[in-house]
């Protein structure tokens, strides 16, 4: 099982990275009707930070995004499992095919959050520079003014009428 398999059907919904009970479903090799009956069977065990049901607004949303199949694809909202509903998914699911892709995802959950911590850490770095040279630049770009704007103050002094003692 390839991380590049699992990572191209986490999604984001409700600002959280989800998978969909039908991406899960070919993941396991099972039917989603079967993985559904797992689910409700045991649904205490999936409270709503673990997986939700998406409403039928987001479910023809997503339907707009991905093409359907023939059949006219699914008929009910799915069911989004979050990293932690995936992993009490194990709990639920006890083949060896079921334990096996649940490590493989959870490895794959742990990888995506690494390198959202590598960007944010390195977009945190490019800030700090940003301000860092900016003020380096206003301090060159004041030094540049003084120097000309000291020439034409010379200038203007040797141009000036003088009064007092003359030699």
């Known amino acids: ?26 993941l396991y090799e099972t039917e989603t009707k079967r993985l559904k009956e797992a689910v409700r069977r045991h649904i205490e065990r999936f409270p709503e930070d673990f997986m939700f049901e998406l409403t039928n607004d987001e479910f023809e949303t997503l339907r707009s995004q991905f093409a359907t199949s023939n059949r006219g694809g699914s008929r009910y909202p799915p069911f989004a ?14 083949s060896k095919k079921a334990i096996d892709v ?39 770009y004041a030094a540049i003014n003084y120097l000309l704007n000291k020439d034409k103050l010379d200038i203007s002094q040797k141009e000036r009428k003088k009064i007092g003692f003359n030699r």
């Open 102 to 140: 649940n490590i493989a995802i959870m490895r794959t959950f742990v990888a995506l959050r690494l390198h959202f911590l590598n960007q944010n850490e390195l977009a945190d770095k490019l800030k700090e520079l940003e301000i860092k040279y900016n003020q380096q630049f206003k301090d060159v």
């Open 81 to 94: 499992f979050t990293e932690q509903g995936v992993a009490m998914l194990s709990s639920v699911l006890n």
């Open 1 to 26: 099982m390839h991380l590049s398999n699992i990572q191209s059907r986490i999604i984001i919904i409700r600002e959280q990275r989800v998978i969909l009970d039908y991406d899960l479903a070919e």
